[in-house]
């Protein structure tokens, strides 16, 4: 294993503790949106989009490349606004 | 990529993180989300900084990336603001589906001939990346196809379809495990479709009713595949976001679960519970039940001290929220205390009967959790059950049979209880629920928004009487 793998290995592992650690303690009222809302983070992967779309250079790629900004992109702009569309109904 | 680029990405994932520790409260729960969405711009802003800095990306795969982000973010947007709030768990499983596959496609654009592969991309997690974004994609699309009524919510099984699906599961192990040791993009197609294949056929057997656990698991599942997608292109905050939503997808997982009393295997395997609620035929082996008219339940509401109204399943099916919010507002407004007790796992997800509430304006003061209103039934003149049922039944009580054990309502310690269904049938634990024989027990049959308005209508008449 390469130090960056093991680097990389080290950050997945307590992410996910710390993924476990913040969820444990919101209340069952919020479970849809903190649902919708983790659904929103995970559209970070328009990021890795953008990261793998300098190494393309075929027609294929290109091809791959559209529908994954357009997956990704939905993922990210949907997740966010829906959830706060939900959570601006809660302060009423 | 240099020190200040790492240091601002490290600054995103704390905005996910402090974004999801605000939203433990429902005061500060907006507020989190704006902070998680305003790292996730950061991120994005800096990382269209880093490509123009590095400047290896071809004309034609920038003008490719901003028209699809372009498009992505129109049709996301344009769901986000027209779904009705009825209709979320299915959006949230489209975003899965979507997350699962942009997070595959990297994988596969990563392994491409011709494009210059990253020191760090390892063949394993390339693998663990499009078997798992693959599964989620088709999987989340026919999850939400259930939950939509496109394709039939009851489990949809075939003969030898778990030995079929087996094969495809082995199929792309073995697929998987040859494009780990030597590569090759067959083996990644083959690799592919059994993945899509197996997400198709092990969603299909669940019913309706547990969609909301399997839609919680797919999102966990997109996390980790975007982390793995992370570690194929080695980029830091993908692998940070996408272990956090793995975790926290995994943890709902459960609560969901332990909530409807399910064991996570038990639902996976499918085969269990049914689409919507059941239209048995009312001559199951339950005793004999009081039927009521609304004129007769209205008359009970109107003249009750303290009523409770316990939403379900069959609300939010019914699209009656609006509906119980007015009949709560006119009986307020005639003297009467009510409240609403909310069961964690009422609705189609844990939280959504609140999320709809919410939407119809019904003040959150009288939102209240299982352990806030039990207490409080013994007091309770009337409890108006609209389209719930497992967790009314007092048969969890009990050992020994599928409901066992599981926290419910205890609507039968109040005076009276006034049961608005659709018929006898069953919920998804698929037995007869005790307390509709209960002789306090009143049952008004129909579809919630038609009884509700009915209600409301009755009501209306006494306020003119008097």
Do not use: W
């Not at chain 2, 200040?4 to 490290?10: A, I, N």
């Not at chain 2, 499983?93 to 699962?100: D, I």
């Not at chain 2, 094969?167 to 590569?183: K, M, Q």
């Amino acid at each position: 294993m390469t130090p960056v793998l093991l680097a990389d290995i080290t950050v997945f592992v307590l992410s996910v503790l710390v993924g476990f650690e913040v969820i444990t303690k919101v209340p069952a009222t919020l479970h849809t949106p903190l649902m919708s809302g983790a659904n929103a983070i995970h559209g970070v992967v328009v990021v890795g989009v953008m990261i793998v779309a300098a190494s393309i250079d075929t027609t294929i790629g290109y091809v791959l490349l559209f529908v994954a900004a357009a997956f990704a992109a939905a993922n990210v702009v949907g997740g966010y606004v829906v959830t706060d569309r939900m959570l601006e109904m809660f302060r009423r | 990529m240099n020190t200040t680029t790492h240091l601002l990405y490290l600054g995103t994932a704390v905005c996910f993180v402090l974004g999801l520790h605000l939203m433990n409260s429902p005061a500060t729960a907006r507020r989190g989300n704006q902070l998680s969405a305003f790292g996730m711009a950061v991120a994005i802003a800096l990382t269209v900084v880093v490509l123009i800095d590095e400047g290896t990306i071809t004309r034609t795969a920038a003008v490719v990336l901003a028209i699809g982000v372009l498009v992505g973010s129109t049709a996301g947007l344009v769901a986000a603001r027209r779904v009705k709030m009825t209709a979320m768990p299915q959006l949230v499983s489209l975003f899965n589906a979507v997350g699962g596959g942009a997070a595959a496609l990297i994988a596969f654009g990563d392994a491409l001939p011709g494009s210059t592969g990253r020191p760090t991309s390892t063949t394993l997690a390339t693998f663990l990346d499009v078997l798992i974004g693959a599964v989620t994609f088709s999987g989340s699309l026919i999850a939400a196809g259930k939950l939509a009524g496109v394709v039939p919510g009851r489990p949809l099984t075939f003969a030898g379809g778990r030995l079929v699906n087996l094969l495809l599961g082995l199929t792309a192990l073995t697929a998987g495990v040859l494009y780990t040791a030597r590569g090759g993009l067959g083996a990644l197609g083959i690799l592919t479709g059994a993945a899509l294949a197996v997400g198709v056929l092990a969603t299909l057997p669940i019913g309706g009713a547990d969609m909301p656990v399997v839609i919680s698991l797919l999102n966990a599942c997109t996390g980790t595949a975007v982390a793995m997608a992370g570690f194929v292109i080695g980029s830091t905050p993908l692998i940070i976001a996408g272990a956090l939503v793995g975790a926290a997808g995994g943890i709902l997982t459960k609560l969901m679960a332990v909530a409807m009393n399910r064991s996570l295997l038990n639902i996976v395997a499918g085969g269990f519970g049914t689409g919507d609620e059941q239209t048995v035929s009312a001559t199951t082996a339950i005793g004999s039940v009081r039927a009521v008219t609304a004129d007769d339940a209205a008359l009970q509401l109107a003249y009750a001290r303290k009523v409770v109204i316990v939403p379900g399943y069959g609300l939010a099916a019914a699209q009656a929220q609006h509906e119980v919010v007015e009949l709560a507002q006119a009986l307020a407004e005639r003297g009467v205390d009510v409240s609403y007790g909310i069961h964690p796992v009422a609705g189609r997800m844990p939280g959504h009967m609140n999320v709809l509430l919410a939407e119809a304006n019904a003040p959150y003061p009288l939102l209240k959790d299982l352990d806030e209103i039990n207490p409080q039934f013994a007091a309770t003149d009337v409890v108006l059950v609209v389209g719930a049922n497992d967790v009314t039944n007092p048969a969890a009580r009990r050992p020994g049979n599928a409901v066992s054990g599981m926290p419910i309502l205890d609507v039968d310690k109040a005076r009276s209880v006034i049961v608005v269904k659709r018929s006898l049938g069953h919920g998804y634990a698929g037995i007869d629920n005790e307390l509709y024989t209960n002789p306090r027990t009143a049952m008004l049959f129909g579809d919630a928004k038609v009884v509700l308005t009915a209600l409301i209508t009755e009501l209306q008449a006494y306020a003119v009487g008097r």
